[in-house]
């Protein structure tokens, strides 16, 4: 398989020390360096000294920049106003901020329209083995999709995970979470899950095209649940291949302004609420009476939040779940923003 063509897509914002970091890594795959898989990089509007530091990154790494054209529907539909090349290496910036799904799939487009057979989604954030790619490559012949073993970059020796399970009410479990890979003994090199995360995951770009792509309903967060549960709806055959690692750089436990937690709090129930409501249907008002209830639970364990302000927080959340069909990027910025409305 080392001729089929495959673009690898990386999603960057403000993020160029790391994104430089990830493609050095990708460039030490034959594959990438001398075979047939490209890397695009997605800037999505990052600062003018961010996207300053990534250019100058890859032409110092890569060589220096070319511009060349795509087709004027992706210009025009993503706000793409400059498209460089420095080799094997694609940089499209854009001058909106459209979120981690919708910046996902300006690079599948792209891939459906250069005949990519394959497309690999990748974190930014990551480093990867120089061999990842070829047991992935070796699993996705006979699955709809594959992942890696996914590692803690800062304890290369701890597992993130290796996807999970998903049930068809959300809920989700990862696969080896935090465990150490001394004390591991994997049923098998490569196995089923029901769930896999954005961080990294190869398809076949034509069947990731007719599933409907990331979901552009969520601005951030939430697009790997809304995706698990579509594929697990189509039944379709997810692996995880454990030969091939691959390293996040996680960050470490939540800290901050308690308020500017309780806010991002909100985004992720409120992206929650409103997803499940479009994959459960009639059975989703049943669905609320357990998860408001450990929401409100969770408020008061987790975020020390007081009863008056739990209370105010769930009114919310039930208010906006009920009336929106998706958390787009003036709700998203808005909450941030303003909180939440009493």
Request: one cysteine or more; proline letters at 2%.
């Amino acid at each position: 398989m080392n001729d089929i063509r495959t673009l690898i897509v990386l999603l960057n914002w403000n993020g160029s020390l790391d994104t430089l970091d990830c493609c050095e890594s990708l460039n030490q795959i034959h594959r990438v360096s001398q075979g047939s898989t490209d890397v695009l990089i997605v800037d999505n509007n990052s600062t003018e000294q961010s996207l300053k530091e990534l250019r100058d990154g890859l032409e110092l790494k890569f060589g220096h920049a070319h511009q060349y054209e795509i087709s004027s529907y992706l210009k025009e539909e993503y706000s793409l106003y400059e498209i460089l090349s420095y080799g094997k290496f694609s940089l499209f910036c854009s001058r909106i901020n459209h979120g981690f799904s919708r910046g996902c799939n300006i690079g599948a487009r792209y891939a459906l329209e250069q005949n990519y057979e394959y497309i690999l989604f990748l974190n930014n954030d990551t480093i990867v083995e120089p061999n990842f790619l070829e047991p992935l490559f070796n699993s996705v012949e006979n699955s709809d999709a594959v992942i890696p073993q996914i590692r803690y970059h800062h304890d290369k020796n701890l597992i993130w995970n290796c996807g999970g399970s998903i049930s068809k009410f959300g809920s989700r479990k990862y696969n080896y979470a935090k465990q150490n890979i001394r004390n591991i003994t994997f049923p098998a090199n490569i196995f089923p899950v029901s769930f896999a995360t954005g961080c990294c995951i190869l398809f076949r770009t034509k069947y990731f095209n007719e599933i409907g792509l990331f979901s552009e309903k969520f601005f951030f967060g939430e697009e790997d649940i809304e995706l698990a549960l579509r594929l697990l709806k189509r039944k379709a055959k997810v692996l995880c291949n454990i030969d091939s690692i691959i390293y996040h750089k996680v960050g470490a436990s939540l800290q901050g302004n308690p308020e500017k937690l309780l806010r991002k709090a909100y985004i992720h129930y409120l992206n929650r609420f409103v997803n499940m409501k479009m994959h459960l249907g009639k059975l989703w008002y049943l669905w609320l009476i357990p998860s408001t209830l450990k929401v409100f639970l969770n408020l008061l364990v987790i975020n020390k939040a007081t009863i008056s302000t739990s209370i105010i927080f769930i009114k919310a959340l039930l208010l906006d779940s009920f009336s929106l069909w998706e958390v787009n990027k003036d709700k998203f910025e808005s909450i941030l923003k303003c909180g939440i409305k009493k």
